[in-house]
């Protein structure tokens, strides 16, 4: 009977950590940003750290400080390329967009009067819900002044700067203090832990940390393989603000349910209609291109970084998205990865059988 107990009081206190867990992480997350972010950079500049050590025979505070100002000169060098080529096409893209915004307007009056015929075959209610929707659509492009409401985002992100470098001066120091004494932070955490669970907590904390670094490595590889094949892309097609436009390209998907064709087929369909043939196919291609190199490539690096399958790995983000957010995609994975590391450490055990 007091094992049973034991076993329901265990069982009991799981589930109130997963669902605690994801709760004060999406409310203090806020709050310890820029600890979490040192942490997790922390933890994917050990194995460099530990390659340093073992191959150039030096100490762990010397091997930190190489692997702590390689990051920063490539976070420096990224950073350089993003605002003085990203930033300033986007600029341009939206100065583009204004300038031809009436013929954007007439070219949706014109493909919806080529679909006019299409929307009888919906139900009068459909149809004209459609029509409204495409109607309001057109209305908002007609007031639609980029230029002022970029003035006013302007405005408001310059406001915002001296605190967005107040927290990235704060993550660097955190960064600089826990990548030179991580292994001191480990000692530590692990000294809290009786003797007889502490290989449990460890083996469970292991797991974890291979499959969170994992999983933003296998994030990081994806988006840069997007990226560098949406801009091949667009370079080959003559496409004008190609860097900012695979940028985009690579936000749409890592969305959940979006992704590149969100972006690109429609693309294509308006350049079709446009005339312009050999541009429209030359999108819809890229999108197929885009879309089969992942489905190739995306089982074989999420399977090995995280251990997770493809079905289970997109449902955990659908999830997450719909309970909390952007912030779920990168939380719900990392959810099921700590219950699985629980598992295989037998924290959790359990017997199911029909």
Known sequence: ???????????????????????????LLPYFAPFILALLTALLLEPFNQKLMKYLKINRTLASNVSYFVFLGVALFLSYFLIAKIVTEAFELIK?????????????IDFLQQINDFILVFPPEIGLQINQTFTGFVNQLSNLNLISSLGAQTLLITASIPNFFFTLLIFFIALYMINLNLSQINQRFFSYFKEKSKPKAIAVLSDLRNATVGFLKAQVILSTFTYIVSLGGLIFLDVRYALVLAFLIVIVDILPILGTGSVLVPWGLFWITQGDIFRGIGLVLLFIIITVLRKIVEPKILGERIGLGPLATLISIWIGFKVMGILGVFMAPLLII????????????????I
């Open 1 to 27: 009977m007091k094992e049973y107990a034991k076993k329901v009081a265990v069982t009991l206190l799981i589930i109130i950590a997963f669902i605690l867990i994801p709760l004060l992480t999406y409310y």
């Open 96 to 108: 583009f967009i204004q300038r031809n915004l009436p013929n954007i307007q007439v070219w949706i």
């Open 338 to 353: 700590f219950y699985r590391a629980l598992v295989k450490a037998n924290v959790i055990r359990y017997r199911f059988q």
